[in-house]
C-alpha cells in the first residue's frame, strides 16, 4: 500500500481540453484524453487513477537522458565514438591517476623516506608533463592523453591551470556530457585515447 501522502501527487489529471478528469472507478480505454494520446488506469492502492510511468518519464534518468539523446562523448568536437583519438573513459582516466599517485609516493619513499613528499612531487611531475608532452607516466601506461580541444599543444600556462584544478579534488569529479571535468573545460582540453 502507498502512503497517504503520496495519493494527491498521482491524481488524475484534466485533459487539455478541459474535460473531466477520468473516472478513478474504471480504467480508462488506451487513446482517451491525457498525454500523447496515453490512457489513465487504476493502480492497486490508489483511490484515483494515475498515468502510467511511460507517459511521466522518471525523475530518476533526469539530465542523463537528454545526454544519451544527444549523442557520444567526444561528437561535438569531432571525435570518433570508438577507438584511437576517441574520449577515454573515466576507468582508464581514474587509473592513470592511480599509477601516477602510487608512483609518485614510491619515489618519496625512495628519495626522502616519508610519504610527505607525494603531493609536491604528483604536482609536479602532472604540470610538467602534461605541459611537454600531454602524458603522464600513468596516462601513458594506459593509452590516454592530454590534448586541447583547438589542436594546439597544452602548454605551460593551461598545464599549470588544469593541475591546480586537479589537486583541488573536486572539480575532476563535475564532469560534463563529453567526460571533460571542470579542470579541462578550464584549460579548454580533453583526454583521449592514443
Not at 582516466?93 to 599509477?99: I, N, P, V, W
Request: hydrophobic fraction near 40%.
Amino acid at each position: 500500500m502507498v502512503s497517504q501522502v503520496f495519493h494527491p501527487c498521482y491524481a488524475c489529471v484534466r485533459p487539455a481540453g478541459g474535460g473531466a478528469p477520468a473516472d478513478s472507478r474504471r480504467p480508462a480505454q488506451a487513446g482517451s484524453p491525457g498525454r500523447a494520446g496515453g490512457a489513465y488506469t487504476r493502480r492497486p492502492g490508489y483511490r484515483k487513477c494515475v498515468t502510467e510511468r511511460r507517459w511521466t518519464g522518471s525523475w530518476l534518468g533526469g539530465p542523463r537522458e537528454a545526454a544519451d539523446a544527444q549523442g557520444y562523448p567526444g561528437e561535438r568536437f569531432g571525435l570518433p565514438k570508438e577507438g584511437p583519438q576517441s574520449v577515454a573513459g573515466l576507468g582508464r582516466r581514474l587509473l592513470a591517476l592511480l599509477t601516477d599517485w602510487l608512483l609518485c609516493m614510491v619515489i618519496s619513499l625512495a628519495a626522502f623516506r616519508t610519504q610527505l613528499w607525494t603531493l609536491p612531487i604528483f604536482a609536479a611531475e602532472t604540470y610538467l608533463l602534461t605541459a611537454l608532452t600531454g602524458l603522464t607516466v600513468g596516462k601513458r601506461l594506459l593509452g590516454i592523453r592530454v590534448v586541447r580541444v583547438d589542436g594546439k599543444p597544452v602548454g605551460l600556462g593551461w598545464a599549470l591551470l588544469r593541475t591546480l584544478l586537479l589537486l583541488a579534488v573536486v572539480p575532476p569529479l563535475v564532469t560534463d556530457r563529453d567526460l571533460r571535468g571542470l579542470h579541462d573545460r578550464a584549460a579548454n582540453t580533453i583526454v583521449i585515447r592514443i
